[in-house]
């Protein structure tokens, strides 16, 4: 990256210079102790560091201190200047051409680390109940949580995708008392949901269970003695439709984990024995509870209720173990932000049984926030519910991952409706995929015969396919010389396609994907506004043509990264 060439060159010199003697009473210097930083004025340079944090040491002024590291440098074309304690640089042709050429050599794999230290991941997300469609937040960890998979496998890890269906508590039986209500009203019985608000919350009373007991009724005759029967109809039913609306929302898990089989396999009353036998476990008022605190929980928590029946907490320790006897080295979790309380609480119970807890990654997120004609819409699974189906359907998949996806997961995203479904530049997903299919038509242009209307003959193809095979395959950094001066703010935000992808993996954010598109997409709107590219020079236009197929391939590396479609046409 040119970002970490320059700081080499600049600590280098510094060493260079403490052993000349140049910085006064300077006798030793630490790499890693400065940091490389964006000029605020653009024309100072591409990037700047600041060293009046040597002028302790050194007990000189920080400019003399930067001079004296400037004289120590191989500068090449490379542009360097001392501004008070700072030394700002501007990279030469060869550091950009380099870039280019880097993209042309390892196309799908530009922006991929060489040397990474894998790990085999585990990541859990979505994990919803099985009792109703997905609502919109769901989608946003849906879209977030692939997203994040796809990133950190193009990093180089093993990342394996887990949902876990909380399928184990007494919600279940509260769908199958659900259906037998809509079954019943199919049957033609005047029955209704219980109007108290109490009473009402022992249901789900929408819709979308009157298709599931049509669905029963076609094979069964009335309803069965005993309500599990339709609680486990009614989860199958409402599983397969959401690993349904998963596969095309472009979200893969690789398992679907039963919490009510981790009770069955007896792992969860293993792990309850192991802390009983450690002592991290006494008795409190008919209770069991867990000594959380001793490992920076707030408080102690309960993991067996007086009557019997364990926690929510209980099956968590469980299954968290479970992942670390798989073998994975690192788990990571996307949760809701009303589960921050949650998180010291599970890495108390991991440590205490005898495990790191610091392989244990809590990402907690905002919700979305659905804006429709400027109003807010409000969504409840139990009453009228805006599903994720339901956008999907309004604005497409693209515009959902996209939209999704474009802010700091700890941030409340408003999802504007109007907006995404929009062919304008205000809509982000169309902008940069309309960049995507621009570069794309100017590439067929540059290799298609075209019909002039005013002499009605066919004129030959700017570039024969030949040639356009050669500038794909054999690209020379002289081909691109002529244009550097006006492209080298294009090139400069594709080389840091390479940083920001480094810095997204390792912070394990995604929005900066969304957002690094998007600016990709304005220099290059720029860069075509202000350039012809297709022109009869044709050393110019092989040279442009070169930042095109660039900016096609770096554009496409990103949106598959994002799962969003990178089109040809539009």
Same mark, same amino acid.
Request: net charge negative.
């Given at each position: ?281 006494? /008795? ?173 003959? /066919? ?23 002529? /244009? ?87």
């Amino acid at each position: 990256m040119i970002k970490d060439y320059f700081l080499d060159n600049i600590e280098n010199a510094v060493l260079r210079a403490v052993e000349a003697g140049k910085l006064g009473q300077m006798s030793e210097y630490q790499k890693g102790t400065l940091i490389v930083e964006k000029p605020k004025n653009p024309d100072f340079g591409d990037f700047a560091v600041n060293v009046s944090s040597l002028a302790r040491s050194a007990k000189i002024a920080p400019p003399m201190i930067a001079n004296a590291i400037v004289e120590e440098i191989d500068k090449d074309d490379n542009e360097y200047s001392v501004i008070g304690g700072f030394i700002n640089f501007k990279a030469g042709k060869n550091l950009l051409t380099d870039s280019i050429d880097e993209i042309f050599k390892k196309r799908e794999s530009f922006g991929r680390p060489e040397n990474n230290n894998k790990e085999k991941i585990i990541l859990e997300y979505v994990s919803a109940n099985p009792t109703g469609p997905f609502h919109i937040g769901h989608g946003r960890w849906a879209a977030m949580g692939s997203v994040l998979a796809n990133l950190l496998k193009f990093y180089g890890h093993d990342v394996y995708q887990e949902f876990y269906i909380n399928d184990a508590g007494s919600q279940i039986q509260k769908l199958g008392n659900s259906l037998a209500i809509r079954i019943r009203q199919q049957l033609g019985e005047d029955i209704d949901f219980p109007s108290d608000e109490i009473e009402r919350k022992n249901y789900y009373p929408g819709d979308y269970l009157i298709p599931v007991a049509e669905k029963y009724l076609k094979t069964h005759s009335g309803l069965p003695g005993d309500v599990k029967e339709l609680s486990d109809f009614a989860k199958n039913e409402m599983e397969n439709l959401q690993k349904e609306l998963l596969k095309h929302f472009r979200v893969y898990f690789d398992n679907f984990y039963s919490e009510l089989t981790l009770h069955q396999s007896g792992k969860v009353d293993e792990c309850v024995n192991k802390l009983k036998k450690s002592g991290k476990i006494y /008795t409190k008022d008919g209770a069991d509870w867990f000594r959380s605190s001793d490992y920076g929980d707030d408080q102690d928590r309960v993991i067996k209720k007086a009557d019997g029946s364990n926690t929510y907490l209980t099956a968590d320790i469980a299954y968290h173990i479970d992942k670390l006897e798989r073998g994975f080295d690192r788990m990571i979790n996307i949760w809701g932000a009303d589960h921050h309380g949650y998180v010291a609480r599970v890495k108390a119970s991991i440590e205490a049984l005898g495990y790191n807890p610091d392989k244990l990654e809590i990402l907690l997120g905002q919700l979305v926030n659905l804006v429709i004609n400027g109003n807010e819409v409000r969504m409840g699974k139990r009453k009228n519910m805006v599903t994720l189906d339901d956008l999907i359907e309004e604005v497409g998949v693209d515009a959902t991952r996209f939209w999704m996806s474009m802010r700091n997961i700890d941030t409340t995203l408003d999802f504007d409706i109007e907006l995404a479904k929009t062919n304008s530049d205000e809509n982000p997903v169309f902008y940069v995929q309309y960049a995507h299919a621009r570069a794309c038509s100017i590439l067929r242009n540059a290799v298609e015969e075209k019909f002039d209307t005013q002499t009605g003959k /066919t004129l030959p193809a700017p570039l024969t396919a030949v040639e356009f095979e050669e500038l794909k395959n054999n690209y020379k950094k002289e081909d691109l010389l002529p /244009t550097i001066d006006t492209a080298r703010k294009l090139i400069l935000k594709l080389e840091e396609f390479k940083s920001m992808i480094k810095m997204s993996a390792e912070t394990r954010q995604v929005y900066t994907i969304c957002r690094y598109v998007q600016e990709l997409a304005s220099e290059f709107h720029s860069f075509y506004n202000a350039n012809r590219v297709i022109s009869e020079d044709k050393a110019l236009m092989k040279s442009r043509l070169a930042l095109v197929l660039s900016v096609k391939q770096v554009l496409k590396n990103a949106l598959d990264i994002l799962a969003v479609t990178a089109p040809e046409r539009m």
